[in-house]
């Protein structure tokens, strides 16, 4: 039986999880004017990355006594960084729901050894926030990129805590309101929800992550790019765009460029709005077919960028490989590239829906997922 092709294609057919879509209006040219081969230390340079530390704290609303740092590693050097420096003061507990957490998990288990408890939910589920103890540090992802599922907000996280909270936020910072009040380190890419360039991260501490850093020196010895401190103080420079090594100029014009079609947009409030209709339009596909549920388990955790699906119809005998082959078939009509679910997570889909990608692309792209499925299933 031959199903028909729909007709309409979507204008960008870019739903990667990461690097994701850059915003619609991306141009090359939009990035003249990036102080190439000039010094970073350079007034032009230093200029340059501080306007990225401080637009991100006006778009993010980060409060002003809050540091923001650009850091090397991308959101992987920013959480390790983090916790190299941060941990071993008090017991820690380790919080994961899919893969990133996990391998969280495994750095303080496996590589620092210090004494942690480990909390962890199944692909789809999540862990109860309000069952930790907070007067131990606690590390945990906001947004599980691969189970689509997420915190649905704070409100677990004590205000008078005497632990510190870390929290990786990659694929959840300019999607999602992030309650800085209950956040001491929180960190982030630029590959993500901007569809920035990957290898730089964000480190964003509270004053009282800084108090850690000032009082307390592990045990174990720090490399120079997770050293953030000098004779017992925070070294503020790296806070001030001084960063530990040297950056990627062309990369830090994108990140600007990014931020500033950000503002456009109407800043958090509107990308956060972006994404909620972009997660909507898949929620209803997804009510609208019988074959397709999402990874999520409580509608309340789903999320609104990476948005994890899952095949439930029977005739399915293998489900890996016939995620791949719909997958395969929607890269190959070029209308949706890189959907296929994380290597780590159950068979299915992975539908980027933040702020970069468009409500008419991800619309325009559904009825070819219902073409891929049906023409798989039939095949
Ligand atoms: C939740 C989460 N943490 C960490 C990472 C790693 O980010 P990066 O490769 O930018 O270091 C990712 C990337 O997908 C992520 O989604």
Redesign the pocket.
């Known amino acids: 039986m031959a199903i028909e092709l729909p007709v309409t294609r979507p204008t960008n057919p870019r739903f990667s999880?990461?690097p994701c879509a850059k915003p619609p209006v991306f141009d090359l040219t939009a990035l003249s004017d990036a102080p190439l081969g000039r010094s970073h230390r350079a007034a032009v340079g230093k200029a340059k990355l501080l306007e990225a530390i401080e637009t991100t704290r006006e778009i993010l609303g980060v409060p002003a006594d809050y540091r923001i740092g650009i850091v090397p590693?991308?959101?992987?050097?920013a959480?390790e960084m983090a916790m190299w420096s941060m941990l071993g003061e008090r017991p820690v507990q380790m919080v994961a729901w899919e893969s990133?957490g996990a391998g969280w998990v495994t750095d303080v288990v496996k590589q620092l050894k210090i004494e942690a408890t480990t909390h962890t939910a199944e692909y789809g589920e999540i862990v109860d926030m309000a069952a930790l103890n907070y007067n131990n540090d606690v590390c945990f992802?906001w947004?599980?990129?691969?189970s689509g599922v997420r915190m649905a907000n704070g409100d677990a996280i004590p205000a008078d805590r005497k632990g510190l909270t870390l929290c990786?936020a990659?694929?959840a910072a300019f999607a999602m309101d992030l309650p800085w009040d209950k956040l001491d380190v929180t960190t982030f890419?630029w590959?993500?929800v901007l569809g920035g360039e990957?290898a730089h991260?964000m480190l964003i501490l509270s004053p009282r992550a800084v108090e850690r850093l000032e009082n307390y020196t592990p045990a174990w010895p720090l490399p120079k790019i997770f050293r953030m401190t000098k004779g017992g103080k925070l070294n503020e420079g790296i806070f001030k765009g001084e960063t530990i090594n040297t950056p990627s100029m062309l990369c830090v014009e994108d990140y600007l460029n990014a931020l500033k079609w950000a503002k456009t947009v109407g800043g958090l409030q509107g990308l956060i709005a972006r994404a909620d209709a972009n997660a909507q339009a898949v929620a209803d596909f997804v009510a609208a077919h019988e074959w397709i549920d999402f990874l999520a388990v409580d509608p309340a955790t789903r999320s609104n960028t990476?948005v994890c699906l899952k095949f439930t119809d029977p005739r399915i005998t293998d489900g890996a490989a016939f995620a791949k082959a719909v997958a395969k078939r929607l890269a190959d009509e070029n209308v949706a590239l890189d959907i296929g679910a994380y290597r780590d997570a159950p068979p299915g889909l992975r539908i980027w829906c933040g702020g970069t990608v468009e409500t008419a692309d991800v619309a325009a792209m559904l009825p070819w997922l219902a073409w891929a499925f049906e023409t798989e299933i039939n095949a």
């Open positions: 999880s990461g590693a991308s959101d992987t050097g959480f990133f992802t947004n599980g990129t691969t990786d990659t694929s890419s590959q993500k990957a991260g990476s």
